[in-house]
């Protein structure tokens, strides 16, 4: 096999592609960062424990792992970096009030999460922790979206959840934790037949409330339908996705309301959301609160946040080619060397043709040119 191919699902970028991820994640940050989002960079790679959240095992099936050399002990490189930034705020800002925090990194993924999706994505979000009212998921929901918004990407549909409606239900009936596993997998894939085989033997309201989760996804519209069909104990829950859809409808061109989404059920405690392009199979940026995490690390905190692949969103956007630059030549000229300062100090591309072979001048991808008239270098079209 040639030693340049790269594994499946795993793909270089090359250059018009980089620069563009990184205008769109230098975008991306600054807006974090204006709205008082601090920058955390955590490491490629921790121990193997640290990573997975409340023992997740789609998070352990996700994670590559390999043993430390110096330690003995069993590392993984990240597949989410949630639980990482969880951890600092835990352990090492240990702040008591509100922290901000937003990062930007690849993580690795054993397995591809969807269709054409790489196994490296670059996951860039932002978590906010300490506070546990609505307030706190409107405002990350409303940064997920402009975030989108900013990067060009338009007509944008997201869909809220819930996972304490599917959780009242469940404590509801008195459900064992290996049925609450199968019930939470016939609805994260709408298997109504497997779903209505599991629920044989259930109280018949628990029954009833269960089988019309998988139906009760659309418009707002559809928690009023809830209200009528779900026990009260899930009320409390139904109002704050009225109250979320109706703060988000300025920010996306279509609110829906889907109950049996129960994405990242394992960790989440709260509110999920995801947005959804027509470009794309899979949603494009995801996120909801998860209270409990912190407890893997000994200081359970408030928490929600979001996070999305740069790498996917630019498979969304129209080409656009890099910046042309100018052609200097090769020469020991001090009033060369200033212009090309000055010009370089302006934010224009000023490539030095060290070759000074126009058969390859094309691959410089230059469309104009320094050229000397009498004492002065001049910048002209070539």
Known sequence: MPNWL??????????????????????????????????????????AESLLINDSADMDLRSFKLVDQLSGRTLALRADITPQVAR???????????ARLSYAGSVLHTQPSGLMRTREPLQIGAELYGHSGLESDLEVQRLMLQSLALLGIQGVHLDLGHVAVFRALVQGAAINSELEAALFSALQSKDVPSLK???VGLPADAQAALLALPELYGGVEVLQRARQVLPASTHAALDELQRAATALQPFAQHVGIDLAELRGYHYHSGMVF????????DAIAVGGRYDDVGKSFGRARAATGFSMDLRQLHGLLSKQAM????????KNDAALDAAIAELRGQGQVVVVDLLE??????????DRQLVSRGAVWVVEKI
Do not use: F
Not at 323 to 330: E, Q, S, V, W
């Open 6 to 47: 790269l594994p499946e699902n795993i793909q270089d970028m090359l250059p018009e592609e980089a620069w563009r991820i990184e205008t769109m994640r230098r975008e991306i940050l600054e807006l974090l960062r204006l709205s008082g989002y601090q920058l955390v960079a955590p490491p490629l790679l921790e121990y």
């Open 88 to 98: 600092i705020d835990a352990h090492l800002l240990n702040r008591q009030g509100i």
């Open 197 to 199: 085989a599991l629920l």
């Open 274 to 281: 995801a947005a959804y392009h027509a470009g794309s199979h």
């Open 323 to 330: 910046p042309k630059g100018i052609l200097a030549p090769h």
């Open 357 to 366: 072979d126009s058969a390859h001048r094309s691959e410089l991808d230059c």
